[in-house]
Nanobody, 122 residues
């Protein structure tokens, strides 16, 4: 089993930056796992933000490409989401997620964090 714990959400203003962190634990977790982020805005479906595979492959949604960066510290089983140039439409609950491969991740990750609220005020 794998547990994910996020931190770093909050209230910011348009154009600000914010960094989210997510640390994985559990006996089955491995640095080969794909880790990344989803988000869900009020009244909308949950959507992929991006993912970084164990081999380093990165995938971002078009809505965040160029503004958001996913990185990992595999020694600490931690994935980060650096969000720059934030917009009000980025307001959402952000969920850390993980699965054994990027394919598994993009078809529905097995492991989820509890979510952290990010609010971008205009």
């Amino acid at each position: 089993q794998v547990q994910l714990a996020e931190s770093g959400g909050g209230l910011v203003h348009t154009g600000d930056s914010l960094r989210l962190s997510c640390t994985a634990s559990g006996s089955t977790f491995s640095s080969s796992y794909a880790m990344g982020w989803f988000r869900q805005a009020p009244g909308k479906k949950r959507e992929v933000v991006g993912v970084k595979g164990g081999t380093g492959r990165l995938i971002y949604s078009d809505s965040v490409k160029g503004r958001f960066t996913i990185s990992r510290d595999d020694a600490k089983n931690t994935v980060f989401l650096q969000m720059n140039a934030l917009k009000p439409e980025d307001t959402a609950v952000y969920y850390c997620a993980a699965d054994e491969t990027i394919v598994d991740y993009t078809t529905g990750p097995k492991y989820w964090g509890q979510g952290t609220q990010v609010t971008v005020a205009s």
